[in-house]
T-cell receptor, first 113, second 110 residues
Framework: NAGVTQTPKFRVLKTGQSMTLLCAQD?????MYWYRQDPGMGLRLIHY???????AKGEVPDGYNVSRLKKQNFLLGLESAAPSQTSVYFC????????????FGPGTRLTVT | DQQVKQNSPSLSVQEGRISILNCDYT??????FLWYKKYPAEGPTFLIS?????DKNEDGRFTVFLNKSAKHLSLHIVPSQPGDSAVYFC?????????FGTGTSLTVIP
């Protein structure tokens, strides 16, 4: 099993450009999450999904959109990137009602100039 | 406002001794707490968790203690090993959302 994978690993964007980060999991998990990690801030939840076709806002959702068209994939979109979105983005997944532990991907380092 | 706080950014411990990592929280609605370990350039990995109805949970060298009245939890690692050197995050759950602390970087000195 590959676990949780994220594409791409690194990306540099110019202000105003758009991009999509892809997260894929092969563990048949119901829940999926997108976090960002900034220096001195820990991980902050952007959006999450409790199942295929459903999404919800987390702690810091502004400037991001998400979609969960397939159970195994969770996409994070930036429509118009801003320097404040420079961060490391982590995707995670977890089982529903079995355990609250989350399985994390390796991260995507995004720089917006 | 940070609902989960780890006030010690770093900790150094001799190999074989006990490592104690601390975490404080403010939201009394948190019902589940977790510790994650993170190596550079990798995602966090789950270590141990505790429900709010318990005050202690043990797994091998790792023990988590929860003091609800003080809104405080701690992670004990005994004995500490050089491979334990990493950043440790505590996290707390309410509803479907998780809140993470800022992390404590543990260095275990051989």
């Amino acid at each position: 099993n590959a676990g949780v994978t994220q594409t791409p690993k690194f990306r540099v964007l110019k202000t105003g450009q758009s991009m999509t980060l892809l997260c894929a999991q092969d563990m048949n998990h119901e829940y999926m999450y997108w976090y960002r990690q900034d220096p001195g801030m820990g991980l902050r939840l952007i959006h999450y999904s409790v199942g295929e076709g459903t999404t919800a806002k987390g702690e810091v959702p502004d400037g991001y959109n998400v979609s969960r068209l397939k159970k195994q994939n969770f996409l994070l979109g930036l429509e118009s990137a801003a320097p404040s979105q420079t961060s490391v983005y982590f995707c995670a997944s977890s089982y529903l009602l079995v355990s609250y532990e989350q399985y994390f991907g390796p991260g995507t380092r995004l720089t917006v100039t | 406002d940070q609902q989960v706080k780890q006030n010690s950014p770093s900790l150094s411990v001799q190999e074989g001794r006990i490592s104690i990592l601390n975490c404080d929280y403010t939201n009394s609605m948190f019902d589940y707490f977790l510790w994650y370990k993170k190596y550079p350039a990798e995602g966090p990995t789950f270590l141990i968790s505790i429900s709010s109805i318990k005050d202690k949970n043990e797994d091998g060298r790792f023990t988590v203690f929860l003091n609800k009245s003080a809104k405080h939890l701690s992670l004990h690692i005994v004995p500490s090993q050089p491979g334990d050197s990493a950043v440790y995050f505590c996290a707390a759950r309410t509803g479907n959302q998780f809140y993470f602390g800022t992390g404590t970087s543990l260095t275990v000195i051989p």
